[in-house]
């Protein structure tokens, strides 16, 4: 049974940083492509950031590159999101996902319909 975690969310200040966390259980995390979607009061669910089994290839969506960086740690079985220069506009409910048995990862990172399992969310509330 595959099970994700998020922790890591808060209120924070305009210009603080954060690390959000996505902990795996079950068997296979390096394997799993993974990722992470932000979902905004009144708004559609919105991809952030992807990352292959292995680490070594990440993807992102055009408006985050420089603020973001996802990474994991397969020892730990455990997914990161590091925001820096945290905006009000990032105020959301942050999401992890996972998908078992990637294909072409790398053709649409940016699709929910492509992960399997999800996390239940945490909460980045930032204030001006």
């Known amino acids: 049974q595959v099970k994700l975690v998020e922790s890591g969310g808060g209120l924070v200040q305009a210009g603080d940083s954060l690390r959000l966390s996505c902990t795996a259980s079950?068997?296979?995390?390096?394997?799993?492509?993974m990722g992470w979607f932000q979902q905004a009061p009144g708004k559609e669910r919105e991809f952030v950031a992807g990352i292959t089994g292995s680490g070594l290839d990440t993807y992102y969506a055009s408006a985050e590159k420089g603020r973001f960086t996802i990474s994991r740690d397969n020892a730990k079985n455990t997914m990161y999101l590091q925001i820096d220069s945290l905006k009000p506009e990032d105020t959301a409910t942050y999401y992890c996902?996972?998908?078992?048995?990637?294909?072409?990862?790398?053709?649409?990172?940016?699709?929910?319909?492509?992960?399997?399992?999800w996390g239940q969310g945490t909460q980045v509330t930032v204030s001006s």
């Open positions: 996902a996972a998908e078992e048995t990637p294909i072409r990862f790398d053709s649409d990172p940016w699709n929910p319909l492509r992960y399997d399992y």
């Open positions: 079950g068997r296979g995390f390096s394997s799993w492509a």
